[in-house]
């Protein structure tokens, strides 16, 4: 076991350096720079803030430097905010998103197996239907375009809940994260209850649990004790892509509902040519991708008696 | 003497069978007839792309023409504006058929772009085998755990937001599924008896390819073409959404959605037209996909 963990992490080590060379190099190959603004500064300004930056040294130069101060834990200074840090703007925008991607999960997995459940032991009537039509809703319809029609049904027209995001002065109140959570929340949710429902099908016609009603457990005992427990491990292994696809939404979502996540912090940092910006985000969240998806293997592997890591 | 008499009334008998008989594609059609919500599908989306091609030159109205006596007219039949107009006067129904001929036109090419690569990578792999196959694998599955979007959004601000690139963009990403999939089949043909069994009967190698590995490839990759392009549909539109997609004056769903989402509180149909027209849509190819899954790959219901 701990010698898979270890090669894992050996995998993921150069990983994400190819991650960040690529970003490094494909950021900087951008006609444009972060200082050049509508009203140029002058010539000489420009070069004395380049050089501050030290923007002014050949680019492998550079590339090692940067490197050096990410050994060390330092990302470097944002170079559009004057007094901030990249590690300032990430630990201010990091909470929100977190805090919305960590509910979204959690709800999609309880709502997901549940529906999905339900459509499994109703297969084929019209309770399953139901739940697979939903379903199907919830995968077709994008976040980008749900996320404003639920802000325009429940905020402006019905008035549940304020419109206009999250405002640090307010902070996270549970009216502020519904929507969002639950615009983030539903795809997974169609997901979960289609990959729940294939499961749990499979695992009703399995030989155990024939066992299980013969020797007179009720039908709930068997679902519950037996069935539920080897039903969810798919959902295990799909929480690895689960969180990719989430971070993707959280990008969307922070923009519709103006949070003030990383998601909306790394789009504007891109358009500004915020490289220092940019590189933080995109290490950060290689680096929470990668490691969900181990944890989400090994947590498979724990669950599965069947499944045997060779170390 | 009798053996001979014997096997040549077999092979007499099978040829009439194979004659007659019913192929596994003529079985596979069958059962994607009989499922309605698929042949719906079909028709709606049929119809869907003959709009989008004949009406944008036949309608009154240009996507492109601004009325300005006309801005946020909800959907009227005066002058023919049955979506209603835009924040620049503009008919919303010209604009939702452009756009949907956008997203169409970058899906199609996005999924070809996957497929190409898919196929070719899969394929190599699956043939090449031992350790060419294994590291091609490992590459892919190393490209699966990155976020990619991230790279998506960084290729689109450095090199600018031309229509190419957009979906060789979106094209390189979705290329993973794709060969895993075609390398899944190529190794599990590969060892099939029925093609030992051609190539022991004197079989030619590209009658082989012809005749049975290239059937057998083709239903998980038609499947699978199916449901790519409603991701790729969705990763356009989610580009444009930001900003970073297709660029005025052309238009896609997902630029009309955008638009619609900043004026929803006045002009709700900017956004409710655009966003059904693409969920109708992506409806359409789920539906199909599922349904050709069904139908090729039977053992799945």
Redesign the interface.
């Known amino acids: 076991m701990l010698g898979y963990i270890a090669r894992r992490v050996l995998v993921a080590i150069p990983t994400i350096l190819v991650i960040i060379t690529v970003a490094f190099f494909m950021m900087r190959a951008a006609p444009g720079g972060p200082f050049d603004l509508e009203r140029p500064m002058p010539e000489e300004v420009r070069q004395n803030v380049l050089a501050h930056f030290g923007l002014d040294r050949p680019i492998h130069e550079q590339y090692v430097d940067y490197l050096g101060n990410l050994v060390q834990g330092d990302l470097g200074p944002s170079l559009k905010f004057r007094d901030k840090t990249v590690a300032d703007i990430i630990s201010e925008g990091f909470p929100v998103s977190a805090t919305i991607g960590g509910l979204s999960i959690l709800l999609a997995l309880f709502l997901g197996s549940l529906l999905g459940s339900i459509a499994a032991l109703r297969q084929n009537k019209a309770g399953d239907f139901a739940v697979m039509g939903v379903a199907m809703a919830g995968i077709t319809i994008p976040p980008f375009v749900m996320g404003p029609i639920l802000a325009l049904v429940f905020g402006l027209y019905l008035g549940l809940v304020p419109t206009g995001g999250l405002d640090p002065r307010y902070g996270m109140t549970a009216e502020r994260l519904i929507l969002p959570v639950i615009t983030l929340a539903l795809p997974q949710i169609a997901i979960i209850s289609r990959l729940m429902r294939a499961s749990m099908i499979e695992v009703l016609r399995s030989n155990y649990i024939r066992t299980a009603y013969a020797k007179g457990l009720s039908g709930p005992v068997v679902i519950a004790r037996h069935a539920l427990r080897a039903a969810v491990l798919p959902l295990v292994s799909y929480l690895g892509p689960a969180s990719a696809a989430l971070v993707t939404g959280s990008i969307v979502i922070e923009q519709v509902f103006q949070l003030p996540g990383i998601g909306r912090q790394f789009v504007t940092a891109a358009l500004q040519r915020d490289y220092t910006v940019v590189m933080g985000v995109v290490i950060l969240y290689a680096t929470l991708i990668i490691t969900l998806n181990l944890i989400a293997d090994l947590l498979y592997a724990t669950l599965n008696p069947k499944v045997k890591i060779d170390a | 003497m009798i053996n001979t008499g014997l096997s040549n009334d077999n092979v007499d008998a099978m040829e009439t069978a194979a004659i007659k008989g019913r192929s596994l594609w003529d079985d596979a059609l069958a059962r994607l007839r009989r499922n309605r919500a698929a042949m719906v599908s079909f028709a709606i989306l049929g119809l869907l792309i003959l709009m989008v091609v004949v009406l944008p030159y036949i309608w009154p109205h240009s996507h492109e023409t601004i009325y300005r006596d006309r801005v946020w007219l909800s959907p009227t039949w005066d002058n023919l504006h049955i979506f209603g107009t835009d924040a620049q006067g503009r008919d919303l129904f010209a604009r939702t058929l452009v756009g949907l001929r956008m997203s169409l036109f970058v899906a199609a090419a996005a999924t070809s772009v996957s497929l190409v690569i898919g196929i070719t990578w899969g394929a190599a792999a699956g043939f090449l085998g031992g350790r060419i196959d294994q590291i091609m694998m490992r590459i892919v599955d190393?490209l699966y755990?990155?976020?990619f979007?991230?790279?998506v959004?960084?290729?689109m601000?450095?090199?600018?937001r031309n229509i190419i690139l957009i979906f060789l963009a979106i094209g390189a990403v979705e290329w993973l599924t794709m060969a895993r999939i075609v390398r899944g089949q190529t190794i599990a043909l590969k060892g099939m008896e029925f093609v030992e069994a051609a190539e022991a009967a004197g079989v030619s190698r590209p009658a082989i390819i012809r005749r049975h590995i290239v059937p057998n490839v083709l239903g998980p990759v038609v499947v699978y073409v199916t449901l790519t392009i409603?991701v790729v549909i969705?990763a356009e539109?989610?580009l444009s959404?930001?900003g970073?997609g297709v660029q005025e004056p052309e238009t896609s769903l997902?630029r009309l959605?955008?638009a619609?989402?900043q004026d929803?509180?006045v002009a709700?149909w900017t956004?409710?037209v655009p966003?059904l027209t693409?969920?109708l849509t992506?409806?359409c190819f789920?539906?199909i996909g599922d349904g050709l899954r069904d139908a090729i790959d039977p053992k799945d219901r």
């Open positions: 190393v755990s990155l976020p979007i991230f790279f959004i960084i290729l601000v450095v090199f600018g409603p969705l539109s989610f959404f930001l970073l997902g959605i955008a619609g989402a929803m509180e709700p956004l409710f966003s693409m969920m992506l409806f789920n539906f």
